[in-house]
């Protein structure tokens, strides 16, 4: 299993990037992946996701609406679409790769609410590719 990101870079406010995660040694399409990201001194944080299989999706509030995941199987890549960037969105950006298949991308939060994308249940990650904001 390997992921390998791409896409970041050095953007100003408001812009837009376009970072993909290419998958080698199993079969993207049928396996749960999210979009991380990691400032300094932060702890780091799941952004997006995509369900194993059926291809659903879902965003946390910090980006819903800005951010969008999606997925091209017969690239074996995953995308995260981001719009309107701002400063705040300074930060390493991981994919990562939950290693059971036609399963949800998300877990039940530590607080008992609705699904949340949780670090520790994904278990193979790419080195991240980083995201600078900034005029």
């Known amino acids: 299993v390997q992921l390998v990101e791409s896409g970041g870079g050095l953007v100003q406010p408001g812009g837009s990037l376009r970072l993909s995660c290419t998958a080698s040694?199993?079969?993207?399409?049928?396996?749960?992946i999210a979009w991380f990201r990691q400032a300094p001194g932060k702890e780091r944080e799941g952004l997006s996701c995509i369900h194993g299989g059926n291809g659903g999706t879902f965003d946390e509030d910090s980006v819903r609406g800005r951010f969008a995941i999606s997925r091209d199987n017969s690239k074996n890549k995953v995308f995260l679409q981001m719009n309107s960037l701002k400063p705040e969105d300074t930060a390493v950006y991981f994919c990562?790769?939950?290693?059971?298949?036609?399963?949800?991308?998300?877990?039940?939060?530590?607080?008992?609410?609705?699904?949340?994308?949780?670090?520790?249940?994904?278990?193979?990650w790419g080195q991240g590719t980083q995201v600078t904001v900034s005029s």
């Open positions: 040694g199993f079969n993207l399409g049928s396996y749960p």
């Open positions: 990562a790769v939950r290693e059971t298949p036609f399963i949800s991308c998300t877990s039940p939060s530590p607080s008992g609410a609705a699904g949340a994308i949780l670090t520790r249940s994904y278990d193979s």
